[in-house]
């Protein structure tokens, strides 16, 4: 005999394969306009799925089921950074120029420790629009939670040598940190 699924865990498993399906990523109102709940409830689903280790991020653009068999091999590396806040455009652009994805942001904070947040940028227009969202929230860069404005972020890309000509481009900008 199999045990019913209840209300929640149906638009949970919904949840995962709208996230699964998806080439971009999903907006919590989006998903909640999908399954006739709100943006709240949506929330707390996504917590629930990654209580139980659903590979599931949350971007500025929106949530992301990082699904590993999906992309083939990636290669990943961290880049320590130090630049003004008016730099960040020229820093996120010459990685994706360079065909890399920044996956995060992540600084030391004097109270809290590593404090990280997801970033995933792999593209001009996908920096454009996490510049953007940054600018309309009145936020401010993770950076400028450090002393230096000194940060690290993880990034990824098919061949190694795509991230080491975005490192040269960013050691002769003075951005990389060595």
């Not at 709208?18 to 709240?40: A, F, H, M, N, Y």
């Not at 001009?124 to 939670?145: D, G, H, P």
């Not at 900008?173 to 060595?178: C, M």
Request: charged content about 30%; hydrophobic content about 40%; some cysteine.
């Amino acid at each position: 005999m199999t045990a019913k699924l209840s209300a929640g865990e149906t638009r949970r498993h919904q949840i995962l394969d709208l996230l699964k399906q998806s080439d971009r990523p999903l907006t919590g109102k989006e998903i909640g306009e999908r399954t006739g709940v709100s943006r709240q409830v949506v929330v707390g689903d996504i917590n629930l799925l990654k209580a139980v280790d659903e590979p599931i991020i949350a971007t500025s653009r929106g949530y992301v089921y990082m699904d590993k068999e999906k992309g083939g091999q990636q290669f990943e590396r961290i880049a320590v950074c130090r630049h003004a806040p008016e730099q960040t455009e020229e820093e996120l652009t010459a990685f994706v120029d360079h065909g890399v994805t920044v996956k995060d942001v992540k600084v030391e904070h004097p109270v809290y420790g590593d404090l990280t947040a997801s970033i995933m940028v792999a593209n001009r227009m996908e920096v454009k629009e996490f510049l953007a969202k940054v600018a309309s929230s009145n936020a401010v860069y993770l950076s400028a939670l450090s002393e230096d404005h000194t940060h690290l972020h993880t990034v990824s890309a098919d061949d190694p040598a795509q991230i080491d000509r975005a490192f040269e481009c960013l050691r002769k900008a003075g951005i990389l940190v060595e």
